[in-house]
Structures are given as structure tokens and as C-alpha cells.
């Protein structure tokens, strides 16, 4: 069965500095990863999704990830935090076969301080 | 282009109850999705639906069920209601033909409470 960790349920940043969100997966399979924002009292945002064509995949407002073989992790990066980027982050890996479910980490809060 | 809707926004429903929520994908999509987001327990699967069909579920209890209509709305009935299904309910949409790497677009859930 596959499966996502997110280390760190709350990470606080200082508006300006990087942002860094850890995700490590377990997959017997090639996965397939995705990132989702949630801001309060709404739906799940894609920031970017990795489907095997290049490791290092750029999302919407300024944020990244790398997919990284070794050491089956794929952070969530910007690198300069804004107040608006204070939201839960998910990370999710699809099941590669015919069952199309998402798999989703417990999520990250992040906090932007003034 | 219109996103993915639900209905209601919130429901209040007692115990022993059934509930009934409603989603309607963007257009052009097949496929819808359920997921619960219950605290404590995160986003979990619960359903999907493709072309009318119940294509894959969750590790949920019976008494969750759905249907998906011609027009590929969708609904989730919630029987004989418990406490522990207080949650966001989220449904999500992605396009014809799509595989596993396809974009989920959810919408904005519906919060149901159970008293």
C-alpha cells in the first residue's frame, strides 16, 4: 500500500524566509505525488503535481518540489514566504493502478509571522 | 469555468439519521471523488464514481453509499447516522479519459454535524 509522511504537523516562518515542507512516501511503484493547499472554510488547491517527466516541478504561486529517488522525499519549497501562504499543506500520492484514490498525509500548518 | 459546487454548505442532522449530500463536477468531467476530512483522522477516500459506475471505495462501513446521475452529478447518502461521522465531506472532479496522474479538482465541501 502506498502512503505519504509529513514531518511536522505545525512549521512557523518568518515572512521573507523559506519555506520548506517535508514529504516522504512509500511506494512499491513509481508514485505519482501531489501537493494541495487548504485555506479556512475551503476546498483543496493543486500547488503541483510529479508524474515521473521531471523531478524538479514548479506549482502556482512561486512554490516547487523535488522528487527524490533516494530518499523517496518530496519537500515543498518557496523561497520567500508571504502572509498569504498561511494555510494547511497536503501532500498525496494516487495509486498508479486502476484505483485512482488519493492517499493523503496528515497535513502541515503553515504560519507566516509579520 | 465554473468549479466544482456542493450542497449544502453545512447540515445538522441527529443521530440515527441519514444525510444527503450533493456535488456537481465541472464540466465535462466523468469522474467524482469522496473524501471525509473528520478531525483527528484526516482526508481519507471514500468514493469514486466514473460513467454512472461505482469504480472504487474506501475502507467505510455500508452506510455510506453514492450514486453518480447522467449529467455525472453525484451524491453521498450517509445512513443511520453517528456521531463520528461529523466531518467536511469533500468531492472532487477530474476529467474523461483521465488516469492516476490526473488533477483532482475539489470543491468546497460540505460540513455535516452529527448531534
Known amino acids: 500500500a502506498q502512503s505519504v509522511t509529513q514531518l511536522g504537523s505545525h512549521v512557523s516562518v518568518s515572512e521573507g524566509a523559506l519555506v520548506l515542507l517535508r514529504c516522504n512516501y512509500s511506494?512499491?511503484?513509481?508514485?505519482?505525488l501531489f501537493w494541495y493547499v487548504q485555506y479556512p472554510n475551503q476546498g483543496l488547491q493543486l500547488l503541483l503535481k510529479y508524474t515521473s517527466a521531471a523531478t524538479l516541478v514548479k506549482g502556482i504561486n512561486g512554490f516547487e518540489a523535488e522528487f527524490k529517488k533516494s530518499e523517496t522525499s518530496f519537500h515543498l519549497t518557496k523561497p520567500s514566504a508571504h502572509m498569504s501562504d498561511a494555510a494547511e499543506y497536503f501532500c498525496a500520492v494516487s495509486d498508479s493502478g486502476s484505483a485512482r484514490q488519493l492517499t493523503f498525509g496528515s497535513g502541515t500548518q503553515l504560519t507566516v509571522l509579520p | 469555468e465554473a468549479g466544482v459546487t456542493q450542497s449544502p454548505t453545512h447540515l445538522i442532522k441527529t443521530r440515527g439519521q441519514q444525510a444527503t449530500l450533493r456535488c456537481s463536477p465541472i464540466?465535462?468531467?466523468?469522474?467524482v471523488y469522496w473524501y471525509q476530512q473528520a478531525l483527528g483522522l484526516g482526508l481519507q477516500f471514500l468514493l469514486w464514481?466514473?460513467?454512472?459506475?461505482?469504480?472504487n471505495r474506501g475502507n467505510f462501513p455500508p452506510r455510506f453509499s453514492g450514486r453518480q446521475f447522467p449529467n455525472y452529478s453525484s451524491e453521498l447518502n450517509v445512513n443511520a447516522l453517528e456521531l463520528e461521522d461529523s466531518a467536511l465531506y469533500l468531492c472532487?472532479?477530474?476529467?474523461?479519459?483521465?488516469?492516476?496522474?490526473?488533477?483532482?479538482?475539489f470543491g468546497p465541501g460540505t460540513r455535516l454535524t452529527v448531534l
Open positions: 464540466s465535462g468531467h466523468t469522474s
Open positions: 472532487a472532479s477530474s476529467p474523461i479519459g483521465g488516469g492516476a496522474t490526473d488533477t483532482q479538482y
Open positions: 511506494s512499491s511503484v513509481p508514485p505519482y
Open positions: 464514481y466514473d460513467e454512472g459506475e461505482e469504480r
